[in-house]
């Protein structure tokens, strides 16, 4: 993570991904996303592990 790589909160990452807030939260408990960087009682995501949980399911993709 850089200094410009900006933090999504729950509602952002799951605009990012093209899901539900709902869906976005049940895949961080399941461990399908990373855990939240906790700043206070704050939870946000780099914006650069969403995409490349993005570039993962393509490239999964790629080889199935």
Known sequence: MTLSDPLLNAREGAAELG???????????????????????????????LIDFIEQAKAKRATA
């Open 19 to 49: 899901i539900s807030e709902p869906t976005f939260w049940r895949w961080v408990a399941n461990g399908t996303l990373r855990k939240p960087v906790k700043l206070g009682n704050m939870s946000r995501w780099p914006r650069s592990e």
